[in-house]
């Protein structure tokens, strides 16, 4: 039988049943907090009596809270709660003593505990009780409880001095680190607040492709490795995705623009999140400065191939794959690999789009691309590959398909026979052909963005008149302009 529905209490997916409850807009300055989380134990009987009294001294409280008569009273109470439970959690945790010209309250040894963290750290080393100690310091002289049980986290704010404030950000992160080093973080909260989990909703509820999904996904395996496990969302503050762009910028095989693109998801997740759950309406993602660009997106794209550096290519290829190939490469592969290259020279697709092809994506010379990265979209068949539906009649890339990674296979075998026929640029791969046939269309008089977009399947750049305009593909005039601006280019 179902259980009924307790106001504030909810139930985890481990069983763990639990009070939240929002604090009221006007009372979170009073109370230094914006939700009620508490643990309410398993047994379901008596989460609900322990909710209800919680309900009761809650209420009572926000009335204490609203009423004029009582309002400054009850928040200097909390006020006055609050120290001494700092005091008590300094003096059970063994605290150092003020600093010398302290007057030894709690705001004065909080504020200088930072200053002497390389101190209190080498005095540690080798302490069987080093963890423990340097728990409480980052909890006490940082405002970190992400490690420490419970709460009480020193809310004495950082120096504003900027020589001092740097010194305070190094002195956390090495203190981060050396802590990370003892004991990684474990996974934190609900299981479906953790951002792996709020991430796969994400991608769910936005419908993204999966390609878009698997790679939304490795980013935030990466978030979760460099900030030391999955935890919600709050937890990931500034300090931490600092230290995660540092983490990514110092790996030798991640660029400056690829940082970027490891923000970009998180952030619109964390707008999501603030959109969808109310105990996240006033997130925001931490501001974290991401280095400049070191290269403009001109200087790091893929090179188009001029005209003679085309024609070289095809002729190494039909000497690599052709029929009088020696190549130990099997000669059906070799040809699908020529059927490949031709077709993404006039077509724009890519690679994985092309070994997806069969016949039913061909009627009266007009090919369908449904599965693709960027947007489905109807291409007519040029006259330079009008034996293409022929080939996937009698077979097409059935066999290659049987591999997973089949157009990796055909970038790999390309870079290694341009290179062997003297192309040395680093910047000609593979993707250089859909460069190539861009650069080849915006030499025809009279090219439009609209014809270019509609043959390559971009879509940006469009603005609100997508909400307007048919798919230039969709159109009996736009199919026969793409078509007569592919019929015009010749590689060879």
């Known amino acids: 039988m179902a259980k009924e529905k307790v106001k504030f209490v909810t139930r985890t997916t481990d069983g763990l049943y639990r009070y939240n409850r ?12 914006k939700l009620w989380n508490l643990s309410l134990g398993r047994d379901y009987d008596a989460a609900v009596q322990r909710a209800s009294a919680l309900r009761r ?5 926000i009335a204490r809270l609203r009423n004029p008569d009582t309002a400054r009273e009850e928040a200097r109470e909390q006020v006055a709660a ?9 003096e059970r945790r063994g605290a150092p003593a003020a600093v010398d010209g302290e007057e030894g309250t709690v705001e004065g040894t909080l504020g200088a505990m930072w200053q002497r963290l390389p101190a209190i750290m080498q005095d540690a080393r080798g302490d069987a009780r080093e963890y423990a100690r340097l728990v409480m310091v980052q909890t006490f002289a940082f405002g970190d409880n992400s490690r420490a049980e419970g709460s009480g986290a020193s809310t004495v704010p950082p120096p504003t001095d900027p ?16 802590l990370a080093e003892l004991a990684p973080m474990p996974d934190q909260g609900a299981p479906e607040m953790r951002v792996s989990a709020l991430m796969n909703r994400y991608i769910k509820v936005q419908a993204l492709r999966p390609n878009t999904a698997r790679s939304y996904r490795q980013m935030v395996k990466s978030l979760i490795a460099n900030c030391g496990g999955d935890h919600p969302l709050p937890h990931y503050n500034r300090d931490r995705l600092r230290q995660h ?7 030798p095989d991640i660029s400056i623009q690829s940082v970027e693109k490891h923000f970009a998801p998180l952030k619109a997740l964390w707008r999501w999140a603030a959109d969808e759950y109310d105990e996240l309406a006033d997130l925001q993602f931490p501001r974290v400065r991401l280095s400049k660009r070191d290269t403009t997106v001109e200087d790091a794209r893929w090179q188009a191939f001029s005209d003679a550096e085309m024609k070289t290519v095809w002729q190494a290829l039909n000497e690599a794959w052709g029929p009088k190939s020696a190549s130990r490469m099997a000669p059906g592969r070799r040809q699908a690999f020529l ?21 039913e994506d061909v009627e009266n010379g007009i090919l369908t691309i449904r599965r693709t990265k960027t947007t489905p979209r109807k291409l007519p068949i040029s006259e330079h590959i009008a034996d293409f539906p022929t080939f996937l009649e009698n ?16 970038s790999d075998n390309f ?31 009279g090219m439009n963005d609209d014809i270019i977009r509609g043959i390559i399947g971009h879509v940006v750049g469009q603005g609100k008149l997508r909400h307007y305009k048919t798919p230039f593909g969709e159109t009996a005039h736009g199919r026969a302009a793409m078509k007569k601006a592919l019929d015009a280019i010749t590689y060879w």
Request: aromatic share 6%; net charge positive.
């Open 22 to 33: 929002r604090v009221p807009d006007d009372c979170q300055k009073a109370l230094r907090k």
């Open 57 to 61: 001294d809650h209420d009572a409280l």
């Open 82 to 90: 609050r120290a001494s439970a700092r005091i008590a959690e300094l």
């Open 163 to 178: 020589v001092e404030r740097m010194q305070y950000d190094a002195y956390r992160a090495m203190l981060a680190q050396r």
């Open 245 to 251: 762009r540092d983490r990514l910028e110092a790996s």
């Open 339 to 359: 059927m490949a290259i031709r077709v993404l020279l006039y077509t724009g697709l890519r690679p994985a789009e092309v070994f997806r092809l069969t016949a």
């Open 395 to 410: 077979g097409g890339f059935e066999d290659e398909r049987k591999s997973g990674t089949i157009a990796v296979t055909l």
């Open 415 to 445: 870079r290694k026979v341009i290179r062997a026929a003297g192309l040395s640029n680093d910047r000609h791969v593979l993707y250089s052909l859909k460069d190539t046939l861009v650069d080849r269309l915006q030499r025809q008089p």
